[in-house]
């Protein structure tokens, strides 16, 4: 088995910020968007480090953990829906001493591609058990979304967002006006390929049934020890994380990245997925016995109280930028305000799916309140 040793927390988590770093007209590059690494991280006793390469806004590459055991192995996460995705894992997984069909469970995180997308070939040729959250969908009926904030955008990353206030849901979802009103923009082209490739393979190439699903305060018993399920709805309704306070491991997915915030879209089955996303980095933050995050993106690092505090003042500052733009600006559409709180560069759906959610959030809290125009466009008055 050939290891590396894991990085120093100090080292790898760097900094809590939020959004690119700038110098001059340079971004930084942040630690999500490295690429993938050949060689394997050992993090704790039967816990590996895989990274695999993925091709999406603001990201290098996805962390798959290996948890090992007697039985062999389990995989949290296994990468994109891809044959070049697989051959990486394949690889990893070699240099680590296993096969594939060493793999007795697979663990799906979320409902987003770079997550569940290695899963089917996975129980196809290992025959392992799925584990996901009771809620897991892959919704390809709705438009893609993105894994990062537009903070954490290097240009014009754009998606399609619908919920809330609801409108109807046409046959191509980047097709058709928003719930906000106005056009829907186009997500990325690599992102609209990944919504279809998805679709495939949801549909025609039958993604397999979640054979064991978790719910919050569920039990696992893998790599010779117990974690426990921690619901963490908000980037997703179906995100869960996993705590092994024995060892005092917090698997985070994309709840809790090290230097950037996860996508909080306006598109979602519940009102106010902001509030959702609040109450569950108020729960990470509040977890005992952690030391280690291991998040689905990034390096381990060991602050999540901090590091959770931290993503929520980001966005209560947000809501405070929005509150000083509606001053100035009096009632205005999704639109204006995003216009006001984003660089131009980031102007676009995905901008607007966003700004949506905060608008959302101060409506539902008694904050804000919105009608429609003549145009059928929503307009907000903080």
Known sequence: ??????????????????????????????????????????????????????????????????????????????????????????????????????????????????????????????????????????????????????????????????????????????????????????????????WIFGRLIGRSMQFPPVTDPVEQGSVLRLAGREWFVVHTPGHTEDHFCLHDPADEIFLAGDHVLPTITPHISGMSSHPDPLKDFFESLQKAAETPHVSKVLPAHGHPFDNLAERCEAIRQHHFERLDKIRGIAKDTGPANVRAFTERLFKKRSWGGMAESETYAHLEHLRIAGDAESHRDDGGVLVYTV
């Open 1 to 194: 088995m050939v290891l590396s040793h894991s990085p120093s927390a100090a080292h790898s988590a760097g900094p809590c910020q939020f959004g690119p770093v700038v110098y001059g007209k340079e971004m930084a590059r942040r630690q999500e968007q490295e690429s993938a690494r050949e060689e394997i991280t050992e993090l704790g006793d039967g816990v590996l480090r895989l990274e695999l390469p993925i091709s999406l806004p603001g990201l290098g590459h996805v962390n798959c953990y290996a948890l090992v055991d007697n039985e062999g192995v389990a995989l949290v996460d296994p990468g994109l829906p891809t044959p070049g995705s697989f051959r990486a894992l394949r690889s990893r997984l070699k240099t680590a001493g296993f096969k594939i069909k060493d793999v007795h469970t697979v663990l799906v995180t979320h409902s987003h591609p770079d997550h569940f997308g290695g899963a089917r070939r996975l129980v196809k040729e290992a025959g392992c058990k799925l584990v996901a959250h009771k809620s897991f969908h892959l919704g390809f009926a709705q438009p893609p979304k993105p894994e990062v904030s537009v903070d954490d955008l290097h240009a014009h990353e754009q998606e399609t967002p619908a919920t809330g206030h609801q409108a109807e849901q046409p046959a191509v979802p980047w097709n058709g006006s928003t719930p906000w009103g106005g056009e829907r923009a186009k997500p990325p082209l690599k992102m609209r390929a990944m």
